[in-house]
C-alpha cells in the first residue's frame, strides 16, 4: 500500500493496540494513596509511582513496562514503540474508560466475568494450570489475581465499548467515497493482490431418528438433573458442543438484534426468568436453554448445544450423491450455479449459485495472500472452469459434510480501480473518516478532562494533545 493506506494501517494499529494488550492498572478516588517503591534497572534506580491522571483513572511507571511484557509475551516485536508510545496509548485507554463511565455506557459484571473464564480457560491451557497463572501475574492467590483481573477486563472492555460508540455513528456517502478516490495521487494509488471468486456445493450426511432421539434424550436428562439442583454452567462446560460459549459456561447475552439463527432465538425470548427450555433443533444440531436474566430488551442466558452422530452408511450415501452431481456437472448436463442452487444443502450460499462470501470484506472476492489457509488449499491447485474432488469437511462444531469447490473468476494484481474495487475503496475512505473523528472526539474530551502527566514524561512528542499546550 502506498502512504495513505500506511497512514490508515499505522493509525488502526494503535486503535487495536488496546484490545490485545492486558495492563496492570488501577482505578483510584480521592481517599486512595498509591504507595512507591523503587524498581533497580541495569542502567538506572527509578521511582515507580504515578506518572500520569485521566479522570480518576491513574497510570503507574510500571504499567508501561508491563504492556511491553504483555506485548512481547503474545509474539509481538517491541523494538520499534517507545516508552511515550506506549503512554500515550495508555492515556487514550483510560480517556476512553473515563468517558464511557460519564456516558452510562453499560458493561455488566456479568459480561465481565464471562470474558474473565473465557480467558482464564485460555490461558490455562496455554500454561498449563491456574497455579502457574497466578505466579506469572506475581499474585498471593486465586482470589486475588480474580479481582486484579476482573478489573482490567471491565476497563478494558468499557475501553473497546465506547471506541464502538465513537465510530459506528460514522457513515460514508457514495459522493465521499468518490472524492476519497479523487484526492489520492496517481502515482499512490493502493495495489490490490491477486484475488478469486469461489462457489461450492455442500451435501450433508442425513441423520437417523434415532440418533435424533439419543441427543433428545441426553438434553432432556440433563435438564432434569438442573432443576434438581445441578450446575448448568458446568455441564456446558463439560458436555456442550458450541466452541463459542462452551468455557464460560455456554453464556451469552442477547438482544433481539443479535444475530443468532430464528429459532435459537424464538426460544430464548419466549422463556420466562429461571426456565429451561425443551430440547429443540436448529442448523447446528440441538440445544436446550437457560434464562439467566431478563433486563429489558436484553437478556443473559446459558445453553448446551449437542450434535448427533452421523453413521458411516450416511457418510457414504453423501459421497455418492455428491459424486454423481460432480459428473453432471463435468457432462454439462448441468452447471455448477444450477446444481448448487438445486442440490446443496448449504443455506447460505444456495441461492447465489453457491457464491462463498468473505466474511472481512462481505463481498465475494478473496485476497490470495489472506485468504483462509483451509480454502486456500482447497482452491490453490484448481484450474479456471476445474472442479474440486468431493471434500469431507468438518466444522468447529464437529459436524461433517461433503463439499465441491470450483474458483469461478480470478482477479489478478492490479493498481486501485474506482468501479473494479469500489468496496475496498469504501472501506478505506470509511476507516480515514472514523480516524477523524476519532481525533476530533480525543480533542474535545482532553480538553473536557482533568489529565495531568508528570516527570520526564511530559517531553513527550504526543500524538494528541495531551499536555493541553
Known sequence: ????????????????????ISRAQEIIRDSVVTPVKKIKTNQRQKIDGIIATVGDYIILDSDIDKSY?????????????????MLGKLLEDKLYAHQAIQDSVKVTDAEVKGMMEERLSYMVGQIGSMEKVIKYYKKNSEEEFRSYFFDILKENKLSSEMQKKIVEEVEITPEEVRNFFKSIPKDELPLFGAEMEVAQIVITPKVSDAEKQKVIDKLNGFKKEVEEGSSFSTKAVLYSKDPGSSSNGGYYKMNRKTPFVKEFKDVAFSLQEG??????????????????KIK??????????????????????????????????????????????????????RAN?????????????FEMTKMDPSLYSEVSNLKDDSISQPILNADENGKKSYKLVTVTNRINEHVADYATDYIKIKDLALKEKQIKAIGKWFDEKIKETYIKILGEYRDCDFTNNWLKK
Do not use: W
Open 296 to 349: 429489558g430488551q436484553e437478556i443473559e442466558l446459558r445453553h448446551i448445544l449437542l450434535t448427533p452422530s452421523v453413521s458411516e452408511e450416511a457418510l457414504t450415501a453423501a459421497k455418492e450423491k455428491i459424486t454423481l452431481i460432480r459428473s453432471k456437472i463435468i457432462d454439462k448436463k448441468i452447471t455448477f450455479a444450477e446444481a448448487a442452487r438445486t442440490e446443496s444443502d448449504q443455506k447460505e450460499t
Open 275 to 292: 426456565e429451561i427450555s425443551a430440547p429443540f433443533e436448529t442448523d447446528f444440531g440441538f440445544h436446550i436453554i437457560y434464562v439467566e
Open 353 to 365: 449459485g453457491g457464491s462463498l462470501i468473505n466474511p472481512k470484506t462481505q463481498d465475494t472476492r
Open 69 to 85: 511484557l504483555e506485548l512481547s509475551s503474545q509474539g509481538n516485536s517491541i523494538k520499534d514503540i517507545t516508552r511515550c508510545q
Open 1 to 20: 500500500m502506498k502512504s495513505i493506506n500506511s497512514r490508515i494501517a499505522l493509525i488502526f494499529f494503535l486503535l487495536l493496540f488496546s484490545s490485545t
